[in-house]
């Protein structure tokens, strides 16, 4: 299926091909990238213009990702460090970013164009990266695996011992490694969140002001196996990351 480029898209990727690659600050100070290219952010919470949304994007990402790569080989040295960053240029996608890894171990971290379109600024875009990026950094995806199939044996043995008949048998391995892979998932959405305040904070940006992404998207409250924390509960943990590095 072919899909119309927007401006945007057509912005995002012109801009990420002409992307430079910077230094890493060791322990660079909470300041906006400088400088952004062309239009100030505003700083009343207003959308931005799709070009600015754009150019926010490849601005932050030139500088985050670098950061995140050195901080992935000096916690893990034997990872694949090279980030790929790609968008979903699908018109119909709601706001999301997500990290993955290719069938070569590449980590590839993806957004939509809602999401960079629904930034306000710099700052909530550089959290974004740093949060998915800190899920490979933190190896999140083979700890998520582990633990699925961990609760796919442990359901499928007890369906078993319990006579259960083989359709029985999987459906209580599927159920078992849906929630072995939630068992840990708020922990890690915190540490990502923890980490990836680190590398934005590094990279020069204010991770404080960033997470107030959050403030936009629907409080999943204290639900059961639920894949995410409270709301207020990131937003406290990037202000008491944050506090610790300043």
Do not use: W
Not at 132 to 156: D, F, M, S
């Amino acid at each position: 299926m072919v899909f119309k480029r927007s401006a945007m898209m057509v912005a995002v990727a012109g801009l990420l091909a002409a992307c430079q690659p910077v230094a890493y600050p060791a322990n660079g100070p909470v300041v906006q990238p400088l400088p952004l290219p062309v239009g100030a952010v505003p700083m009343t919470g207003d959308r931005l213009t799709e070009e600015q949304a754009a150019r926010n994007f490849v601005a932050v990402v030139s500088r985050v990702e670098p950061v995140a790569e050195a901080m992935c080989r000096e916690r893990n040295p034997r990872s694949n460090c090279d980030f790929q960053i790609v968008v979903d240029d699908r018109p119909d996608q709601p706001p999301n970013a997500f990290q993955t890894l290719d069938r070569s171990g590449r980590p590839i971290i993806g957004f939509t164009l809602a999401l960079i379109a629904d930034a306000r600024n710099a700052d909530e875009i550089a959290f974004v990266v740093g949060h998915e990026a800190a899920h490979h950094v933190a190896g999140h995806i083979p700890q998520v695996q582990r633990t699925a199939t961990t609760g796919a044996v442990l359901a499928g043995v007890l369906a078993q011992a319990s006579g259960a008949p083989p359709e029985a048998v999987r459906a209580a391995q599927q159920m078992g490694a849906t929630m072995g892979a939630r068992t840990y998932a708020r922990d890690f959405e915190l540490e990502a969140d923890a980490l990836g305040a680190e590398i934005a904070f590094r990279a020069g940006f204010d991770p404080v002001r960033g997470a107030a992404f959050f403030t936009r998207l629907p409080d999943p409250g204290d639900q059961f196996l639920g894949s995410h924390p409270p709301n207020a509960q990131r937003q406290e943990t990037v202000r008491r990351v944050v506090a610790g590095l300043r």
